[in-house]
């Protein structure tokens, strides 16, 4: 039968490649706040014997999550045989481990709420740091969805002369594919944060690429620290201003303006989040991730 395809909240072209691309039926859920802040929630379409699948990105995930899980269990006491999940941009990942005493680890208490509500969960790359895959935080079958042949492209046709930089050791995951794919040389920085906006990178050596565009490439921009320690480290090497390709534009509160105002050249970031920097799009990797789920749930 085919699947039921409901958008809770993603960018709406994505959404549309989506929906095409599986040729699935575009659902419609009615949601509204009652008076005293409460979700009220109803689906327009039969739910009965479908496989039924929320996409939502996950950036303001504690407003976003609980519609979400009442829209999953709605559907399945309509009568959903699967409720799946497909998260573009996946929340929680980054408190992974307990930094301080009196904290939680997050990113597995969120796997552990959404794995109760969801059959399956697909996402374009999250943010795997000291976790080396979903499945030892997320009980239920997951996919992850890469970005890389789809930036790797982009820096190939839009960049003259690009050197790739990833900002700290965890980008190198995502930096070397992407260097792999689009046969070009990187470098990796070493980066200390030391509070949510207090971020310090090491000096890279470019002597060995003269002439060279730097492109910056990590998962995610939330602050902005990041990109913009790495972007201060790039001052004064007599290099053009660095392009900044992220594959999450979060962009919390100044980070677009306070990284122009750093020096940035384009920055870029894919379609898993709704944002003016948009130039990426992820959509075919992953309607192929998604098709995948429903093929192995007999949705197809
Ligand atoms: C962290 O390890 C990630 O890969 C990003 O570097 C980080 O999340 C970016 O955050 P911000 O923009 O706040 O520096």
């Not at 659902?27 to 008076?35: D, E, T």
């Not at 790797?152 to 930089?165: D, G, H, K, R, Y």
Request: proline share 7%; aromatic share 6%; charged share 20%.
């Amino acid at each position: 039968m085919t699947p039921l395809l409901l958008d809770l909240g993603t960018h709406p072209q994505l959404f549309e490649s989506l929906a095409a691309g599986l040729n699935a039926e575009v659902g419609h859920l009615n949601q509204r706040r009652f008076p005293d802040g409460e979700t009220y929630l109803r689906f327009d379409d039969d739910c009965r014997g479908r496989h039924v699948v929320l996409v939502c990105s996950l950036n303001r995930p504690d407003e976003k999550t609980l519609p979400l899980l009442l829209a999953a269990a709605t559907a399945r006491d309509l009568g959903a045989v699967e409720v799946g999940l497909v998260a573009p941009y996946l929340a929680y990942m980054r408190q992974d481990h307990q930094f301080n005493p009196g904290e939680g680890i997050s990113a597995r208490y969120y796997a552990r709420i959404l794995s109760e509500h969801f059959d399956w969960l697909v996402t374009v790359d999250p943010h795997l740091h000291r976790l080396q895959a979903l499945e030892q935080i997320y009980p239920i079958p997951t996919g992850v969805v890469q970005s890389a042949p789809v930036i790797a492209q982009w820096v190939s046709a839009q960049v003259e002369n690009p050197l790739l930089i990833g900002p700290d050791a965890e980008s190198e995951q995502w930096v070397a594919e992407v260097a792999r794919h689009a046969r070009l040389p990187f470098l990796i920085l070493e980066k200390v944060r030391t509070g949510d906006r207090q971020v310090r990178v090491s000096a890279p050596e470019l002597a060995r690429y003269p002439g060279c565009t730097p492109v910056v490439v990590d998962d995610i921009v939330s602050t902005g620290r990041t990109l913009i320690a790495t972007i201060e480290h790039l001052a004064g090497q007599e290099l053009p201003a660095p392009v900044c390709v992220a594959v999450h534009g979060v962009f919390a509160e100044d980070a677009w303006d306070a990284l122009h105002a750093a020096g940035a050249g384009r920055v870029v970031c894919s379609n898993t989040l709704v944002h003016e920097s948009n130039a990426l799009d992820v959509s075919v990797p992953l309607t192929a991730g998604v098709a995948e789920k429903l093929a192995r749930g007999g949705g197809w």
